[in-house]
């Protein structure tokens, strides 16, 4: 069965640490694995997009990185913000337009 | 460039009614793809329009439909509403069919069945 689990559920950081999102999954075929920022009551905006041949991608302060043997990608950010606060999606592409979604971790940063 | 946007915001039901919701993709976009959130199953994919017809579908009942019309603009339909579907509605578009074609989500439609 496609699946992609995400870990932590929720996290509480403070302002101006580092921290790590997980994301496992069991899709196949795999096509690529983006992930997604939410924002409360807004639309999920991409942050990166993985394709099977890449292992690290960074965007800003935001560096995703792939293992396709271990079937495993997480998300690091680095010096944290307020304004990172929101829900990290990790989705992977499956064949040919499927699309597997994770429940997402809930990411607070306190000041 | 404007974004995505969706048809109404708001909307509040009675179970057993009928439900239209409406997007309209990126300027040039021609795939529109429609998703449920909700807080339990997180974000499922309903169904993905290209060129006014429906390419994938996702594991939701028949009283889901969609459409897309010429200018890209889509449409989604909801019939005998049941509780359970009381969700946030996404839309997003994507320029074409590349895998690795970025997909610019609209703000939502937050419906809730009574």
């Known amino acids: 069965k496609n699946q992609v689990e995400q870990s932590p559920q929720s996290l509480i950081i403070l302002e101006g640490k580092n921290c790590t999102l997980q994301?496992?999954?069991?899709?196949?075929?795999?096509?690529?694995l983006r992930w997604y920022k939410q924002d409360t009551g807004r639309g999920p905006v991409s942050l990166t997009i993985?394709?099977?041949?890449?292992n690290t991608k960074s965007n800003g302060r935001y560096t995703a990185t792939l293992d396709a043997d271990t079937k495993q990608s997480s998300l690091h950010i680095t010096a944290s913000q307020l304004s990172d606060s929101a829900s990290y999606i990790c989705?992977?592409?499956?064949?040919?337009?499927?699309?597997?979604f994770g429940t997402g971790t809930r990411l607070k940063v306190l000041a | 460039k404007a974004g995505v946007t969706q048809t109404p915001r708001y909307l509040i039901k009675t179970r057993g009614q009928q439900v239209t919701l409406s997007c309209s993709p990126i300027s040039g976009h021609r795939s529109v793809s429609w998703y449920q959130q909700t807080p339990g199953q997180g974000l499922q994919f309903l169904f993905e329009y290209f060129s006014e017809t429906q390419r994938n579908k996702g594991n939701f009942p028949g009283r889901f439909s969609g459409r897309q019309f010429s200018n890209s603009r889509s449409e989604m339909n909801v019939s005998t509403l049941e509780l359970g579907d009381s969700a946030l509605y996404l839309c997003a578009s994507r320029l074409a069919g590349a895998p690795t074609d970025t997909q610019y989500f609209g703000p939502g439609t937050r419906l809730t069945v009574l």
């Open positions: 993985m394709t099977f041949s890449e």
């Open positions: 989705v992977v592409r499956t064949g040919t337009y499927k699309y597997i």
């Open positions: 994301c496992n999954y069991t899709v196949s075929p795999f096509s690529n």
